[in-house]
């Protein structure tokens, strides 16, 4: 078990997410660049986390890259964890849900607005809620 408020069993995972979604969120998989339904969604709303409804970005804060990931150049405060990753041979900085230790993807210091910041996230690991009109 981990440290975070939500718990669940692996099993329980599972069942609650589905393949595809726990293999991302749980098993820290990265969806194929350019595949995901909200690379290029920019409705104004709220993406949150696909397994417990965190909310983690604004789309104000949502940005085109040219990655094939939704990216975001800032986080809702507090609702990501920061973990360094040496995975692959290399060092980058995973971004986890606060609340459940969910999977998102990758947070990097090459965004071109003015926070620096490049939130790069899988589709798969968020929910995006449209604002009410």
Not at 45 to 65: I, R, V
Not at 70 to 94: H, N
């Amino acid at each position: 078990m981990s440290n975070y408020p939500i718990q669940k069993t692996e099993a329980q995972w599972r069942e609650l997410l589905g393949e595809a979604h726990y293999k991302i969120l749980r098993e820290k998989g990265t969806e194929r660049p350019f595949t995901g339904s909200y690379n290029l969604t920019f409705e104004d709303g709220t993406y949150c986390c696909m397994g417990c409804k965190n909310k983690l970005f604004e789309s104000a804060s949502k940005f085109d890259s040219g990655c094939g990931w939704p990216s975001f150049d800032q986080s809702i405060a507090g609702s990501v964890t920061y973990i360094k990753d040496t995975t692959l041979g290399m060092e980058r900085t995973e971004i986890v849900c606060s609340n459940c230790g969910g999977h998102l993807g990758h947070v990097f210091d090459d965004g071109p607005t003015k926070t620096g910041q490049r939130f790069c996230t899988n589709s798969v690991s968020v929910k995006f809620i449209p604002t009410k009109k």
